[in-house]
């Protein structure tokens, strides 16, 4: 049974910045979560059609900026003129999509860490895990922890596995499918990230024989996540910055 390695990040991560107290996926975001007190926070990358990775969760613009279509269908000059707060809230109106770079800076000056979801449009998987972990093994070059990748995507994984095998990668599920375990071992993960109604005791217990982190994911009520706690894992991804204390 493989040991456990150190694990460097906190239990507490700050889901897309500070959840839904702000527009995620935003600096504005992350400054919020910070004031909160969170070092770790979780966000999605994915690439504009010129190759650049900028933070946004959805494929299509429309939920949470001011555009109209698919994020990675048009060029970065297009989309960093988009409006990415005005839809959360008056008050971050004008609040523009970042870059990773934009992160990456914001993270490496303050001493935060990053879980950067790999979130490629559709057809682009391999092509964003590798654009990103190429540019995260650049950006974090001289930091003492690197950022953990993680994706649903397989063939994300697989991307940047072969592109900066060094860094660390999870595996994201939202279901327990067949061979998730095998599948994991093969693309080198160090976490497994789900679903945190999937953890079960013997689930934790395959995981950690594994020699794997075991995560979850969105956790917002303070049941959920005690009872993770009480199962021995070892990160929860959380909306509700407002009410966990990243300290507890």
Request: with cysteine.
């Amino acid at each position: 049974m493989p040991a456990l390695a150190p694990w460097p990040y906190p239990r507490w991560v700050a889901h897309r910045g500070a959840g839904k107290l702000a527009p995620e996926n935003t600096l504005a975001a992350f400054r919020l979560g910070a004031s909160h007190g969170y070092r770790m926070f979780e966000c999605d990358a994915k690439l504009s059609a010129d190759g650049v990775p900028f933070l946004m969760h959805d494929a299509a613009l429309e939920r949470t900026t001011s555009g109209q279509g698919i994020g990675g269908e048009q060029p970065w000059h297009a989309l960093s003129q988009l409006d990415a707060g005005s839809w959360h809230s008056r008050a971050c109106a004008g609040e523009p999509l970042p870059t990773l770079e934009n992160i990456a800076r914001f993270c490496l000056a303050n001493g935060h860490l990053l879980n950067i979801e790999i979130k490629p449009a559709p057809g682009a998987e391999r092509e964003t895990g590798e654009v990103v972990a190429r540019e995260a093994a650049r950006l974090w070059q001289d930091a003492a922890v690197p950022p953990l990748l993680t994706s649903f995507q397989v063939a994300s994984l697989q991307g940047a596995q072969a592109t900066q095998p060094q860094l660390p990668r999870g595996l994201l599920l939202d279901k327990l499918w067949d061979g998730w375990l095998d599948a994991a071992r093969q693309l080198g993960c160090v976490a497994i990230v789900c679903n945190h109604v999937l953890w079960t005791a013997e689930v934790v217990a395959q995981v950690h024989g594994a020699g794997m982190r075991a995560l979850s994911y969105t956790v917002n009520d303070e049941a959920a996540a005690q009872r993770l706690i009480d199962l021995g894992t070892d990160g929860i991804i959380t909306d509700r910055v407002d009410l966990f204390s990243p300290a507890g």
